[in-house]
Every structure is written in structure tokens, then in C-alpha cells.
């Protein structure tokens, strides 16, 4: 990706992850003095922050992250590995999360019944499969990927691991999207941990074997 299309790209999705700012001034006077932001596995609220917080604040932290996810990215010394489509479409994920998370905070807050767990569930479940159709082909680099020592030391195993990551991650995704029916914490929980500990595993077999 050249220089003036990031700059186009992140300009766009900035301005996106201030949307919910603007979305909350207009819906300002309708909106309770405390909104609930965290929700448990049965839908119900168990977490909460004041209106000014919600609103200013929390949009704000996404715009610090998505630069700073930015900023790691293009300053890897091995960019030039990480395919500019998927870099792309890496700083395209958070400002559309966010902008779908925070709508359904402010529909919740306005008295709107919303299968909070369900649309979790869904969009953790496409996050998990976008990111594991692009991970076998990234080759090795600093900032994406399956990052241990044993991956950052062989390209070999560097490739593998990471294949083998990419079906993980997609078969995870697409769990996560069932669950969203089923709705049960430890189908999430037990997809995260298999996401997480297979692709270390596998790695480290590599090594073992002079991989």
C-alpha cells in the first residue's frame, strides 16, 4: 500500500471510529446519565460508565489503538512481508467493530432489547475467520502473526505455524458464529484457548524436531 493510500485509509476509518461521537451528541438528551458497556453471558448489564465517558472517552481509546496498531505495523522493519490488502483490511476492523459495538450500547441505553452475546459472538466469530484466510499467507514478520521465538527464528517454522493457525483460527471463527445461538461461555472460553495454545504447541513441536 503506497503512502497516499494509507493516508486515505487511516484519515476514512479515524473518522469513523469518531462517528459514535457524533451519534452520541444527537442522541444526547435521550441517553441515561449511565450507560451499561459490559454485558455477561446471559445479556445482562454488569458493567457501566458515565454518559461523557461513554460517548467522548471510549471512542477516543479506539483512535489511540487503531494508531497505535498503525504505527507498529509500519514501522516493521519487515513490512514489506505483510501484504498491504490484509494491512488494509487490519485497520478496517476495528473502526467497523466499534462503530457496531457502540450503536448497539446506544440502543441498549435507549430501552432497545438486543441479543447482546449473539452479536458478539458473530462478529468475534468473522474477526477470527478474516484474520485466519490471510494468516498462512504472511510471511515472517514482527507485528502479525503467530510471534514466538520459535516462528521468529525459522522461516520453515514461521510458514507452518502459521498455516496450521490459520485453519485453527478459522475453525474458531466459525464456532464462535454457532455459539451465537447456543450462547455458552465455555464453547468461547474453549475456542479461545485451543486459538491461543495449538499454534504454540505445534510451533515448538517443529523446533523440537530441528524446525
Not at 483490511?89 to 432497545?112: D, F, H, K, R
Not at 464462535?176 to 491461543?196: C, H, K, P, R, T
Amino acid at each position: 500500500m503506497n503512502h497516499l493510500n494509507l493516508k486515505r485509509t487511516m484519515i476514512i476509518t479515524t473518522i469513523l471510529l469518531l462517528v459514535p461521537i457524533l451519534i452520541g451528541l444527537l442522541l444526547w438528551q435521550e441517553l441515561p446519565s449511565s450507560i451499561a458497556t459490559h454485558f455477561n453471558e446471559h445479556n445482562q448489564p454488569n458493567g457501566w460508565n458515565s454518559k461523557p465517558f461513554t460517548v467522548f472517552v471510549l471512542p477516543l481509546i479506539m483512535v489511540g489503538v487503531q494508531w497505535l496498531v498503525f504505527f507498529a505495523t509500519y514501522f516493521d522493519p519487515k513490512k514489506k512481508y505483510i501484504s498491504p490488502l490484509f494491512f488494509k483490511i487490519i485497520l478496517w476492523l476495528l473502526p467497523i467493530i466499534n462503530l457496531v459495538v457502540m450503536s448497539i450500547t446506544y440502543a441498549i441505553a435507549l430501552g432497545y432489547t438486543i441479543n447482546v452475546g449473539a452479536i458478539v459472538n458473530v462478529l468475534v466469530g468473522i474477526l477470527f475467520i478474516v484474520i485466519g484466510n490471510y494468516l498462512h499467507k504472511i510471511k515472517q514478520n514482527y507485528t502479525i502473526g503467530i510471534r514466538i521465538p520459535w516462528t521468529l527464528n525459522s522461516s520453515e517454522n514461521w510458514n507452518k505455524t502459521n498455516r496450521v493457525a490459520a485453519w485453527v483460527m478459522m475453525l474458531g471463527g466459525l464456532t464462535f458464529i454457532i455459539n451465537g445461538y447456543f450462547m455458552q461461555i465455555w464453547i468461547m472460553v474453549s475456542s479461545v484457548i485451543l486459538i491461543v495454545v495449538v499454534p504454540v504447541i505445534y510451533s515448538f513441536i517443529l523446533f523440537k524436531k530441528g524446525i
